[in-house]
Antibody
C-alpha cells in the first residue's frame, strides 16, 4: 500500500525559505505512470495546488506561486521536496504531498493517496 | 481565474440523500474529482473522472455531470459521512483547481 509522509520544520521566519520533503513508501517514485504533487491548506480554508513533478524532473507549478516555488526529486531516496521562498504569514498552512495520477496531463488528473500533512507556521 | 463554486454547507438526516454541486465558471469543463476530508485528516478521493468510484469507496457515493456543473451524491447518508467535500478540476492552462468546499452535516 502506497504511503506518503511529509517532514520538515514546523516554524519558518518571514522572508525565509520553507523546505519540506515527502518520503514515498510501498511503491517507487520512478514509476512512469505517476507524477508527485504538493497541495496546501491554510487553517480553516480550502485546498490549493502548489505544483507537481515527474520522476525525470519535469515540473509543473501553479502560476500564482511559480516565482517562489521549486520542487525537486531524489529517486535514490524515493523522495521529492518542496522549497517556497520569501514566505509570509499568508503561507501558513498544512502542506500535503500526494501521488498525482495523470492520464492526460492538464486534462485528466487527480491526487491519490495523500500524506497526513504537516503544519508550517510562518512567524518571527 | 478559473473558479469552482460549491455551496458552503449541506445538511441531511441519516438515511437521506445529500447532493453537493460544483459549478465551473467557464467552458470547457474538464473532468471533475471529489475528495472527502474529515477534521484533522488528509483528503481522500471518493470520485474520479466525474463518476468513477475508487476501490474501497462505498457504493452510496456517486457522481454525475451536466454542462458546467458536477454533482456528488451520497445516498443513504451515514453519520460517518459528515465531513468537508471538495471538487477538483483543471483550467485551460492545466492548472489544477479545487472547489470552495462544502461542509456536510448529518443531523
Amino acid at each position: 500500500q502506497l504511503q506518503l509522509q511529509e517532514s520538515g520544520p514546523g516554524l519558518v521566519k518571514p522572508s525565509e525559505t520553507l523546505s519540506l520533503t515527502c518520503t514515498v513508501s510501498g511503491g517507487s517514485i520512478s514509476s512512469s505512470s505517476y507524477y508527485w504533487g504538493w497541495i496546501r491548506q491554510p487553517p480553516g480554508k480550502g485546498l490549493e495546488w502548489i505544483g507537481s513533478i515527474y520522476y525525470s524532473g519535469s515540473t509543473y507549478y501553479n502560476p500564482s506561486l511559480k516565482s517562489r516555488v521549486t520542487i525537486s526529486v531524489d529517486t535514490s531516496k524515493n523522495q521529492f521536496s518542496l522549497k517556497l521562498s520569501s514566505v509570509t504569514a499568508a503561507d501558513t498552512a498544512v502542506y500535503y504531498c500526494a501521488r498525482h495520477i495523470s492520464m492526460v496531463r492538464g486534462v485528466i488528473d487527480w491526487f491519490d493517496p495523500w500524506g497526513q500533512g504537516t503544519l508550517v507556521t510562518v512567524s518571527s | 481565474s478559473y473558479e469552482l463554486t460549491q455551496p458552503p454547507s449541506v445538511s441531511v438526516s441519516p438515511g437521506q440523500t445529500a447532493r453537493i454541486t460544483c459549478s465551473a465558471d467557464a467552458l470547457p469543463k474538464q473532468y471533475a474529482y471529489w475528495y472527502q476530508q474529515k477534521p484533522g485528516q488528509a483528503p481522500v478521493l471518493v470520485i474520479y473522472k466525474d463518476s468513477e468510484r475508487p476501490s474501497g469507496i462505498p457504493e452510496r457515493f456517486s457522481g454525475s455531470s451536466s454542462g458546467t456543473t458536477v454533482t456528488l451524491t451520497i445516498s443513504g447518508v451515514q453519520a460517518e459521512d459528515e465531513a468537508d467535500y471538495y471538487c477538483q478540476s483543471a483550467d485551460s492552462s492545466g492548472t489544477y483547481v479545487f472547489g470552495t468546499g462544502t461542509k456536510v452535516t448529518v443531523l
